[in-house]
């Protein structure tokens, strides 16, 4: 079952009290041991070990909720990983404001494991194997509500590896440009294209699909946009140096701190 926004923000509402409040319990359960003897505590109050039972349970990850857009009508089955307890569990029960959310795939999703990568002000919800249309959907699970920057990465790469049309690729793009905006009116929204790869097919699809996704996001107010051949020295359909690969898609941890570092300094992402 998949709520509507106004469960969803209930929801939202009660695990955010749940979370500040859990971790009292394990602090609680101490003094009350240490208090047995002394019976006119408040904490030997009964109804404070229910109340804290209570919240405890609630600070739990609740159903797995999923944003609904037209875009599942051609890019489903959606990531199946999204409701695992380390990608919906972890994010949803998260409830720290952040200045920066990344959401994306892979390209993130192994980037944000790199020490140094991430900052105590930024979040990482991206998910390896997302499409565009996947990030739509998996909204409900970031609870921070006034992000100065929104980043996204990458601008459709599973959708070309996935053989999505174009037409479809370019929608499910604008349907997220537009749920972002939505979602978090004052953000600035930078996008990072396809990157330069080992496999012919991507590379030669990406030079067509990145100018047209380029062009929709910087005719929105408070976006950027970030290219990455630069990065990998090459032009056009070239494929990326082998020695900067993990393998035939993934960069390695050297192009992912440029990838932050351009983010930083050509779009002014903050990692604080």
């Not at 959907?137 to 599973?158: K, W």
């Not at 037409?167 to 330069?196: C, G, K, W």
């Not at 020695?243 to 300094?265: C, E, P, R, W």
Request: hydrophobic share 35%.
């Amino acid at each position: 079952m998949r709520p509507g926004p106004t469960s969803a923000s209930l929801l939202r509402s009660f695990l955010k009290l749940a979370g500040n409040c859990l971790i009292l319990s394990p602090i609680l359960f101490v003094l009350h041991c240490q208090a047995r003897s002394e019976p006119e505590s408040p904490l030997a109050d009964p109804e404070v070990w229910a109340l804290g039972t209570v919240l405890y349970l609630a600070s739990q990850p609740g159903p797995v909720q999923y944003q609904s857009s037209e875009c599942t009508q051609w890019s489903e089955p959606l990531n199946e990983s999204y409701e695992k307890n380390s990608n919906w569990g972890e994010f949803s029960t998260d409830y720290r404001q952040y200045t920066t959310v990344i959401i994306g795939d892979s390209t993130m999703d192994y980037s944000d494991n790199y020490a140094g990568f991430l900052t105590p002000g930024v979040q990482s919800v991206a998910i390896g194997g997302n499409t565009l249309c996947d990030m739509i959907t998996q909204l409900p699970a970031i609870n921070t509500e006034s992000p100065a920057h929104v980043v996204v990465s990458s601008a459709g790469g599973n959708e070309i590896l996935r053989g999505v049309s174009r037409p479809n690729m370019y929608d499910s793009a604008s349907l997220l440009m537009e749920a972002l905006r939505n979602r978090f009116p004052d953000a600035q929204i930078t996008v990072v294209d396809v990157h330069p790869t080992l496999l012919s097919s991507v590379n030669s699809e990406k030079e067509i699909t990145n100018p047209e996704i380029q062009n929709d996001v910087l005719a929105r107010p408070n976006t950027c946009w970030i290219e990455t051949a630069p990065i990998f020295g090459v032009t056009g359909s070239d494929p990326a140096p082998a020695g900067m690969m993990l393998d035939n898609i993934h960069y390695d941890s050297t192009v992912s701190f440029q990838i932050k570092d351009a983010l930083i300094n050509d779009c002014g992402v903050a990692f604080p």
